[in-house]
């Protein structure tokens, strides 16, 4: 019915005049899991392109648990930068928001300054779908921004099963927030966020914390020596910071420019875009393999009675999954 009302060529002008309802009805467009939506999202993709005069934009991805003070850094982060003339776009992938029908990231009261800036755009997380969903909406996003001239790209999510992982595979540079930890709290920490962070900050290194914000990161780096290879190209730093009080900002952002420019110098920054392209498609093909799967009627005939035999001993496992395959590809 509204698909008809849709002019994909319209659509693509009006994002790069910079027109926000023209940003915003794209962005439902790629978030809708109706298929005539998904066809048009596609040709709209396909029209916008890859960015005009090759890669101008930072795309940065933040995580770290609820009251870190993520919301409170973006904000501040935000500011400094449309500060420096950039314009700030802030995404969240917040896997919980397809069970709960909500997002507690994205959300605009969250950021109160940057909400009410013109050259600033702030998009909670899709709320439908799996986590792969959500993940192809907000990548397609960062197109349609990147399309809108937003030139900084901020994408926030909690550490909740695969977020941080799928966060890291579609931005520049990954930063883990972290607060003040030392001895076996750093334990705590997940392992594997620290191997995926390329910056890691200590936040709210302020008032009477900021001493021990310093030692937790002296700790902190040295947990991070031992996880990358003195030979790396890009060694994760540790910084401290305030967001509350906007301390270390200048920093934070110089850092990431500087990550920038050790993989641009060893042909690896583009390369990094290029690869996740291609991990992307793959990723999308594994998805729709495993929902093919289990939506085989000759798969679903089979399962009840293999899984049983299985559960018996009187099939194999290997067998088993040779039924399974079998029943698939007839
Ligand atoms: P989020 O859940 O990670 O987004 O965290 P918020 O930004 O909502 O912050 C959680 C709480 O920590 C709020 O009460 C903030 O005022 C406070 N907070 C955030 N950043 C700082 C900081 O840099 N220093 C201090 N002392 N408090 C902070």
């Known amino acids: 019915r509204a698909v008809r009302t849709i002019d994909v060529d319209a659509l693509a002008a009006g994002i790069g005049a910079g027109e926000r309802a023209a940003l915003a009805r794209a962005i439902t467009l790629v978030e809708s899991t109706r298929a005539d939506h998904r066809e048009l999202a596609q040709q709209l993709l396909l029209r ?3 960015e ?19 919301s409170t850094f973006i904000d501040a982060l935000g500011m400094y930068l449309l500060g420096k003339g950039h314009r700030v776009a802030v995404l969240a992938v917040d896997p919980s928001s397809t069970r709960t029908g909500g ?3 994205g959300d605009k009261t969250r950021m109160a300054r940057l909400s009410l800036e013109p050259d600033a755009f702030i ?11 959500v993940a192809k909406a907000t990548r397609e996003t960062i197109v349609l921004l990147e399309a809108a001239s937003y030139d900084v790209i901020l994408v926030e999510t909690v550490g909740v099963g695969q977020s941080e992982v799928t966060v890291a595979n579609m931005v520049d540079v990954f930063c883990f927030l972290t607060l003040a930890r030392t001895g076996d709290q750093l334990q705590g920490i997940k392992k594997g966020v620290l191997e995926l962070a390329e910056l890691v900050a200590v936040n709210k290194a302020d008032g009477k914390h900021e001493m021990e914000a310093k030692s937790a990161a002296r700790e902190l780096q ?3 020596r031992l996880i990358h290879p003195h030979d790396a190209l890009w060694r994760p730093p540790v910084l401290t910071m305030s967001g509350l009080e906007g301390h270390g900002l200048d920093k934070f952002w110089d850092t990431v420019l500087e990550h920038r420019r050790v993989l ?4 690896e920054f583009a390369e990094k875009r290029r690869r996740q392209q291609v991990d992307w498609t793959w990723t999308m093909v594994h998805d729709q393999i495993l929902r093919r799967l289990a939506d085989n009627p000759a798969v679903k005939s089979v399962r009840a009675e293999v899984e049983s035999a299985v559960r018996n001993g009187t099939l194999t496992p290997a067998l088993a999954a040779e039924r399974i395959l079998g029943a698939f590809d007839s």
């Open 48 to 50: 916008l392109g890859p």
């Open 52 to 70: 005009p005069g090759g890669v101008v934009s930072n795309r940065v991805g933040i995580t770290g648990v609820p009251g870190v003070g993520k």
């Open 103 to 105: 997002s507690i990231l």
């Open 123 to 133: 998009r909670p997380s899709p709320t439908a779908g799996t986590l792969g969903g």
């Open 222 to 224: 040295g947990a991070l």
């Open 264 to 267: 641009t110098d060893a042909g």
